[in-house]
């Protein structure tokens, strides 16, 4: 059996649970549509706790996220597949834009974020990739997404986010990059919010 095939046989059993039960498909689609601005929010909370720590974990988890999505545009250019409620019949219980479906930019966005936060949390990072194993199958679920569209938009979020953190690591020229600009940053913010930056 063919990749394609086989992603396809898992897809249709994934999506053929819908519309059995409406108040699992609510949940379903609220997942899909809206648990990733939890993400953005996160990322928000994170940076004004105004520890060190977090601020390079916040600047990373950015960093890698421009990296992930611009390998994303590549990839949905070079290998473009169609959503499944084009190519076949779906259960699709949310609307979505006639797009790439290969990769899932929900699915990096997710998972790249969470990983960046269990780079340098562990204990709130599993929280993180487990919502954004939920977000990722909720889209198979609701019928925009194939498996391995999910799978693919993980594993490219997750490796950003990792090979940003080690060229944080290793690079001294990067260190001293992040110090300078954050220390610029933060003598703007000490003006505006006086209080001391905690280590």
């Not at 992603?7 to 949940?27: H, M, Q, S, T």
């Not at 797009?99 to 949390?121: C, K, M």
Request: one cysteine or more; proline letters at 3%.
């Amino acid at each position: 059996m063919l990749v394609s095939q086989l992603d396809y046989k898992v897809f249709e059993a994934i999506n053929g649970l819908a519309g059995r039960l409406p108040w699992v498909d609510a949940i379903m689609e609220f997942i899909a549509k809206d648990t990733e601005y939890l993400f953005y929010i996160a990322i928000v909370i994170y940076w004004f706790t105004r520890r060190e720590d977090h601020r390079r974990m916040v600047v990373q988890a950015l960093i890698s996220a421009c990296a992930a999505f611009g390998t994303s545009m590549i990839l949905s250019h070079l290998f473009y597949r169609d959503r499944p409620f084009v190519a076949h019949r779906v259960i699709q219980l949310i609307s979505h834009p006639i797009n790439a479906s290969f990769p899932s930019d929900h699915a990096i966005g997710a998972f790249v974020i969470a990983t960046s936060i269990w780079l340098f949390r562990k204990r709130d990072g599993y929280i993180w990739l487990a919502i954004a194993a939920c977000i990722a199958f909720s889209r198979i679920w609701t019928g925009v997404h194939y498996p391995l569209d999910v799978i693919s938009g993980a594993v490219i979020g997750s490796a950003a986010a990792v090979l940003i953190h080690r060229l944080f690591t290793r690079s001294s020229k990067v260190r001293q990059w992040f110090q300078w600009s954050i220390g610029l940053y933060e003598g703007i913010e000490r003006r505006i919010w006086p209080t001391k930056v905690m280590k």
